[in-house]
């Protein structure tokens, strides 16, 4: 009786590993095709930080919810400060603490300041 009990066990224990295994694929799979989706920004759908909600804000490559945060904090530190608009041109992103040169540059493309 023991020998059944424990191979019982035996396959109950690889099946739920084999589970595990098919569920962290299935994951990393939905995981890279939103990566693929996010980065691929249609050319029309241009994003204007000076009025961009945090959720649009995400969709530019390299950006998260900090960075995002960012952004929206500095603009509306901007606006109080000098009543006028945060960002008129690229360069002026890279006054956004945790923004340099580089991460302008990624995201140029995908930005407009009408």
């Known amino acids: 009786m023991n020998n059944r009990q424990d191979r019982i ?25 939103k990566v693929n989706s996010i980065s691929a920004i249609e050319i029309d759908s241009r994003i204007n930080p000076n009025n961009a909600s945090a959720a649009n804000l995400t969709r530019l490559p390299g950006i998260g919810i900090t960075r995002a945060g960012a952004i929206i ?23 956004v603490k945790r923004y340099g040169a580089k991460t302008v540059n990624n995201i140029k493309q995908w930005l407009t300041f009408d």
């Open 73 to 95: 904090a500095y603009r509306q530190s901007w606006v109080e400060q000098n009543n006028s608009l945060a960002f008129e041109t690229y360069d002026d992103l890279e006054s």
């Open 9 to 33: 066990q035996s396959f109950s224990f690889l099946l739920s590993v084999l589970v595990c295994i098919l569920f962290m694929v299935l994951f990393a799979v939905l995981a890279h095709s």
